[in-house]
């Protein structure tokens, strides 16, 4: 992701979470340590005309890494977007260096759970009301020793490839 694509990013990010979206700022502060060195790692998925259809964050400090957003466009959810880009994510906690993985997804949305366990994230904890302002619980996950070969443990059950928006 490049400062460019922030308001295509924003777009999406406001269609998909109406109550709770992160502003234009979140995204400019967070692409500002999205360089050699930073702190963060965003991609973007693209149709082939170049339409942005989804997105994602890495936090990664200290051998500490966090799955801060994905997103897929819910006209290209079920494509297996949602599953490259946390592949994406997940190589790229690996490489440098992360003990461990932790996100936080909407106890309210299965969907999403189901790709995370997908990918070996195990729930480790609740954060009461983290979502606001509709005052969603979220399930805190974690993945320990991300693999630059995520796809090896994946399930191959049909009903498990799905692909969601985390958080």
């Known amino acids: 992701m490049r400062w460019w694509d922030i308001a295509p990013v924003m777009e999406l990010e406001l269609r998909l979470f109406p109550e709770d979206a992160w502003s234009t700022g979140m995204y400019w502060s967070e692409l500002a340590e999205a360089h050699p060195g ?15 259809v989804g997105y994602a964050g890495l936090m990664a400090i200290a051998g500490e890494g966090d799955v801060q957003t994905i997103a897929v466009d819910e006209r290209h959810q079920g494509a297996g977007l949602g599953a490259a880009l946390l592949t994406d994510l997940i190589r790229e906690a690996a490489r440098r260096g992360c003990a461990e993985l932790l996100l936080e997804v909407r106890v309210d949305n299965p969907r999403a759970q189901r790709l995370y366990e997908r990918f070996g994230f195990e729930p480790v904890g609740i954060r009461r009301g983290y979502y606001q302002p509709a005052n969603v619980d979220a399930l805190v996950m974690r993945l320990d020793h991300p693999s630059t070969d995520p796809l090896d ?15």
Do not use: N, Q
């Open 153 to 167: 443990h994946l399930s191959t059950d049909p009903k498990d490839i799905e692909d969601t928006r985390h958080g």
């Open 38 to 52: 930073g702190t963060r790692h965003y991609s973007v998925a693209t149709t082939a005309d170049g339409t942005i």
